[in-house]
């Protein structure tokens, strides 16, 4: 058998066919649009699925026009990609070198520290606290020079926690200061609509990622983006494929992009939906985080927490299981979703309490 690369034989990845089936669920697993575009729009993306569309190489010149006019940055200054898992993997792609080190925080995206391992750089992470609580100040400080990449999720992935935006600036010009580069990931981007793209302007160290699957619902498509200063975005373009979406993806993108209120309802609802979820959890003594996302993470124990994914699953509905980390074990995340499949998983909560 012909061996691969040495550094390659210590990352562990889950093997296909190891999950079990999502589809036909209601899925509050992983942060994915629960509610349905509308009819309208669902029909008008039939009538542009054609043979030709799916036989001919993609043109994604347009699609291109559409992410940055909705950014509000020029055409040179964003590059597609499929996912912004493909977007992230191409800044390491293009910036770190083996031996370099990378600041992290945990938790966060699971990626980050598997490309730090892939492109073989020296990881440091700092944690959030049992609390949810995270010392920015501390981060800030571990930037020192000889630092390669600085990662920024705002808000987090795991907590929907934000980052201060005068802290993130603070970040990326120490990051600066250090020859750092920052990446400012923004996956759940217009549900909370603040933003790093104006700090492009003064600093020329920052790459922001964006995600189509979280508030335009396109997970199952995978499209994402990156957004930087034009001579970075020409260095992150020498590493792109030779097609960064597919026709179906870009015809989708393009028309849901010219349809804003397919994802702004959509985002508003969210936000309603996160308040009345929060309000409801509280209401029975929970503790849940500060999240500005689609998503909460609540304090309930890792026994009943458990105990609660369990008797969901057999009403078909997904949670993911309680945190591994150790000093997180108390908490859970949930997506959120429709009124009445939020009231459906408080019950459960509710019976699942009772029965104790």
């Not at 199952?220 to 026709?247: D, F, H, Q, W």
């Not at 499949?341 to 104790?356: G, K």
Request: charged share 25%; aromatic share 8%.
């Amino acid at each position: 058998m012909i061996e691969p690369k040495p550094h390659l034989k210590d990352i562990r990845r889950t093997p296909w066919g190891d999950e079990a089936p999502r589809l036909g669920k209601v899925r509050l697993d992983r942060n994915e649009r629960n509610q349905p575009f509308s009819s309208a729009f669902m029909a008008r993306l039939r009538e542009r699925l054609t043979d030709e569309l799916i036989m001919a190489y993609p043109e994604c010149w347009p699609t291109f026009e559409k992410v940055a006019a909705h950014i509000g940055v020029p055409v040179e200054n964003i590059l597609l990609h499929m996912g912004s898992e493909q977007a992230i993997r191409l800044v390491f792609e293009t910036y770190v070198r083996p031996g370099d080190r990378v600041l992290l925080h945990l938790p966060g995206y699971a990626m980050y520290p598997v490309f730090a391992k892939l492109y073989q750089a020296e990881v440091e992470t700092q944690d959030y606290d049992s609390n949810l609580e995270f010392d920015w100040e501390a981060f800030l400080g571990r930037i020192t020079p000889g630092l390669r990449l600085v990662v920024v999720e705002n808000p987090n992935g795991f907590l929907g926690n934000p980052a201060d935006l005068g802290m993130l600036e603070r970040i990326v010009a120490r990051a600066g200061e250090c020859g750092a580069l920052t990446l400012v990931d923004e996956a759940y981007y217009l549900f909370h609509r603040e933003t790093a793209v104006p700090l492009l302007m003064d600093h020329d160290n920052l790459v922001i990622t964006r995600s189509f699957s979280k508030a335009f619902g396109l997970a199952g498509l995978r499209a994402g983006c990156l957004v930087s200063r034009r001579e970075n975005i020409e260095n992150l373009t020498k590493l792109k494929p030779a097609y960064e979406l597919t026709s179906v993806t870009a015809m989708i993108l393009e028309e849901l992009l010219g349809n804003p209120q397919e994802y702004e309802s959509y985002a508003e609802e969210t936000r309603q939906c996160l308040a009345a979820f929060k309000a409801g959890l509280e209401a029975l003594g929970f503790a849940t985080s500060n999240s500005v996302a689609n998503f909460l993470t609540i304090r309930l124990g890792p026994d009943l927490a458990e105990a609660w994914r369990i008797e969901l699953a057999k009403q078909d509905m997904l949670i993911r299981r309680p945190f591994r980390e150790e000093h997180l074990r108390d908490w859970v995340r949930i997506s959120t979703a429709a009124p009445a499949v939020q009231e459906q998983a408080l019950q459960v909560l509710r019976n699942t309490m009772n029965a104790r």
